[in-house]
């Protein structure tokens, strides 16, 4: 089993730029694929982005392509979240997930476990 804390969300302006953090429980860290993930008032929670065991791959929606990073560090169990060049519309509270697969998944269904978020919010 795996818990997660997120951490480093906070308010920024926009054009501005956060580091989300992400520590995990457990000595088999390595064996799950990582993502973010990212819910604002009223919708559905989206996919940001998500990297592989190793951390050989990742994939991006295309909305944050280009400002956000996602990395990982096994021997740390960590995994982060770069965002660069802040708009009002990446304002929600972004979750960090694991799921016990070989591959990266935009879908929140193929995600074992989940933390408990932290919020971001991007003002104009």
């Known amino acids: 089993q795996v818990q997660l804390v997120e951490s480093g969300g906070g308010l920024v302006q926009a054009g501005g730029s956060l580091r989300l953090s992400c520590a995990a429980s457990?000595?088999?860290?390595?064996?799950?694929?990582m993502g973010w993930f990212r819910q604002a008032p009223g919708k559905d929670r989206e996919f940001v982005a998500a990297i592989s065991k190793s951390g050989g791959s990742t994939y991006y929606a295309d909305s944050v392509k280009g400002r956000f990073t996602i990395s990982r560090d096994n021997a740390k169990r960590m995994v982060y979240l770069q965002m660069n060049g802040l708009k009002p519309e990446d304002t929600a509270v972004y979750y960090c997930a694991a799921a016990d697969r070989q591959t990266t998944s935009v879908w929140t269904h193929e995600y074992d476990y989940w933390g408990q978020g932290t919020q971001v919010t991007v003002s104009s």
């Open positions: 457990g000595r088999t860290f390595s064996r799950y694929a």
